[in-house]
């Protein structure tokens, strides 16, 4: 009589000192002490298949090991699911920006993006994965669960998830086409000097650094605007320390020197320029010296400006703030600015693993507030604007084409 509880008895026993290879040869001794039967009664003992089981006996009575020290053979045991769905981690990717971006098309825009809706999710798009694949993915792509943030600023227009496709559309095309998008924004003022810094950094136990208690301006030094230009499609950032106010012609020298720099070597063919930027500021919809001085950036370098404004109250979503910005406040987070060297070395030094890389450089121009554009200027522009909102979307072309 074959007394399967004992074989298994002393399986478990075993087991724990035992390696895969270790496992299947127990139980193949087991089967051949047994005789008749004794694959079947092995395999219910411990769990593993009769083929399995087989092959150890093989292994057993060649009285060689045909895989060397292996414990299995190349290739052998079960696939890992990515990489028998080989998009699975582009259309995980894909599902969760899209929501983030707003975008009311996706099956996650009106859920609750838990790990089980993003499974039920990619299941309907003829994926197979399991509420933990999708937990394991996604904590490899950066991802992990998060409380809420105050983030709205205002009441909500009623076009913004339109605007943010039309955006979404605008961008993937250029890039598709190989021509360059940028994201621009200015970051947030910053004093300079021995000032707090938040954050903390590494230093030797009981010596902070000190820094002064009160956050005056100092004489000489004031305070510094960054503004910065992303490029989407590179994963390269360009920042323009400016020195004096923050103005709309600061914000187009600065894509001047990000054009003349960098982005006309990386887009020698291109024709035309996409830029994604806030609906306020330096750069907003209703600045005339914005559009002026695009006319003029157009009109040296032959390039078409595309611009498509974030909607009224989203500037929080502007890819250039958790692409760029964020890594730059996380770099020289404890780190007290005591000068506009400091600031462009600490910006410059920003990486990340994903390849993030940043230049940065000293802009000592002035840029006079209060300038005015007339109507007769505005008249002069070369500005088509898109029938879907015109005031957020629209295109300058170049009046004559630079020699």
Known sequence: MIEVDDIRTRYRQAAKFLDERGRRLFAANEALAIGYGGVTAAAAATGLARSTIRRAIVELQGGSNPIGSRVRRPGGGRKRAVALQPGLPAALEA????????????????VSRSQRQIARALLDRGFRVSQKLVGRLLRGLGYSCQANRKTREGTSHP????QFAHINTA?????????PAISVDTKKKELVGDFKNP???LRPKGRPEPVRVHDFELPGLGKVAPYGVY???????????????????????????????????RYPQAKRLVITADCGGSNGARVRLWKRELQRFADETGLAVTVAHL???????????HRLFAHISRNWRGKPLVSHQVIVQLIGATTTQTG??????IDASRYPK?????????????IERDPFHGEWNYTISPNQQPP
């Open 95 to 110: 599902l969760i920006e899209d929501a983030i971006r707003g975008d009311p098309e996706t099956p996650l825009r009106w």
């Open 159 to 162: 076009d913004r998830d339109a």
């Open 171 to 179: 961008v993937q095309a250029a890039i598709a086409a190989g021509e």
């Open 199 to 201: 954050g903390r950094e």
């Open 231 to 265: 490029d989407l499609a590179a994963n390269a950032g360009w920042v323009s320390v400016g020195v004096d106010t923050d103005t709309a012609a600061f914000a187009v020298e600065s894509i001047r020197r990000w054009w003349c720099k960098l982005g006309k070597a």
């Open 311 to 321: 909607p009224p109250g989203t500037s929080k979503w502007n890819r250039i703030e």
């Open 356 to 361: 993030l890389t940043v230049s940065c450089e």
């Open 370 to 382: 209060g300038i005015k554009v007339t109507d007769a200027e505005m008249a002069e522009l070369a």
